[in-house]
């Protein structure tokens, strides 16, 4: 009995293994492949003018193949949604976790999968009808296609991942942390945010930072409401192009040099979210090894 208990453990720790080795084979591959297939055009193009360039006319005469303007609207674009949204849904999830009775938690609660399982056509399509003709309405410019409306529409789309992380965190803080806090005379808010919130840190800074993911590496949603065209993003009115929709947007037609342009384009945004990952993981360290 003995033995074949032993035997089970060692198939199944096996199995965990290679299901660990091909999640890590997956990301390496996924790494050399884009640096093999974006590397050569930076070369023709030049790290500099491919970075810092601020057109991209990859269609002309005379094409040029400046990505700044997509890169400064990815990082708006994703500041502006992580600045609306996160404060909604950390104080959303504190209410559902703290405060919120539990039928209205229920009801909270299978809201926000519904949320978190809503295509992201969807959004866009919505965004589209609604959010658009709103915007162009009611600050009277031309096209309600803008920055603005990619930043609202992110921030709808994150709230969901937020949301379900932090209470999930705010959740496994011991409740004897709050029982103390209020044995010493604390009122309830107070505790709240002075003893669950701290102790449920990492998990809700885990929570932010998948809500960055999402944000930063979101295409379809954003093209539809954001305007695609390839401008700096100087107002929050100006119809603008992310990194993610310039590689969806022309990558079905293209070819030759524009083509390995929009590889160097999508491992660009792969360097952008490993350094978001990165800092996560630091800042994560530091804080268990206090």
């Known amino acids: ?10 198939i199944i ?6 299901l660990g080795l091909v999640t890590i084979g997956c990301v390496l591959l996924i790494t050399v492949y884009l640096v093999i297939s974006g590397i050569p055009a930076i070369r023709e193009i030049g790290l500099t003018d491919f970075l810092f360039g601020d057109t991209w006319a990859s269609t ?9 303007p997509f890169i400064l609207t990815s990082i708006y674009g994703t500041a502006g949604a992580i600045l609306l949204g996160v404060p909604i849904g950390f104080l959303t999830a504190v209410y559902l976790a703290k405060m919120a009775p539990q039928k209205v938690k229920r009801v909270m609660g299978q809201a926000v999968s519904m949320l ?5 056509v969807v959004y866009g399509l919505v965004g589209m009808m609604v959010l658009v003709p709103g915007i162009r309405k009611l600050f009277d410019v031309p096209d309600g296609a803008s920055l603005l409306a990619a930043i609202i529409v992110l921030a709808i789309m994150i709230l ?16 004897e942390y709050e029982d103390a806090s209020l044995a010493l005379g604390a009122t309830p808010e107070e505790t709240w945010f002075r003893v669950s919130v701290p102790a449920a840190k990492s998990g809700i800074a885990a929570a932010v930072v998948l809500g960055v993911g999402r944000a930063i590496g979101e295409a379809m949603a954003v093209m539809m409401v954001a305007g695609n065209a390839s401008n700096m993003p100087d107002s929050l009115f100006q119809s603008v192009r992310f990194l993610t929709t310039a590689v969806a947007s022309e990558m079905s037609y293209s070819s030759g040099l524009q083509r390995q342009a929009l590889f160097s384009i999508a491992l660009v945004l792969f360097l952008f979210i490993m350094l978001i990952n990165a800092v996560l993981n630091f800042f994560l360290k530091g804080e268990k090894s206090k």
């Open 160 to 175: 969901p991942s937020i949301i379900k992380m932090s209470v999930t965190a705010l959740e496994a803080v011991p409740k």
């Open 13 to 18: 720790h096996g199995i965990f293994l290679i």
């Open 116 to 120: 978190a399982g809503i295509p992201s």
């Open 60 to 68: 002309a005469a005379e094409p040029k193949y400046g990505i700044l």
């Open 1 to 10: 009995m003995k033995k074949k208990s032993n035997l089970l453990e060692r």
